[in-house]
């Protein structure tokens, strides 16, 4: 849908169309996200919105077992196993056996994709985002 198609079924007042007119913004496509695309971004957000979860992710930058980590955060083995297995349903985390114990890894190609396909659905490009840190 163009902006102006908006705007006409909006009945918005003549200012409105103005302010997108001087802007040359009338033939603008707007277009959301698929619906798809926003439900895998909104669980993977979730998913990491769970500031246990999130701080795992963080010491997963080299691979530990439930014992170390659960250690770390101060936490029992049983609750820092649930947020494993979490983080595991959504991709973010691998794991593999070794001896008695578990070994957990995080998936940082997965991490990549959430941060591009979120960048792409906000219409932000990297090189602006180093360009407004500088």
Known sequence: MKVEDALREAHMPHDVVEYYRARGRLGEEITPP?????????????????PTRLKLVALLKRPHCV???????????????????????????RTEPSAR??????????????????????????????????
Do not use: F, P, Q
Request: proline share 0%; glycine share 8%; aromatic share 2%.
């Open 34 to 50: 698929s619906d798809e695309v926003v439900r895998r971004l909104v669980e993977l957000l979730k998913c990491l919105a769970n």
């Open 67 to 93: 014992c170390v980590l659960s250690s770390a955060l101060g936490l029992d083995m049983t609750l820092t196993s649930h947020h494993l297995a979490r983080l595991r349903g959504c991709g973010l985390v």
């Open 101 to 134: 114990a578990r070994v957990y890894e995080r998936d940082d190609e997965a991490l990549r994709r959430l941060v591009a396909e979120l960048l792409d659905v906000l219409g932000i490009r990297l090189d602006e985002l180093s360009a407004g840190s500088g």
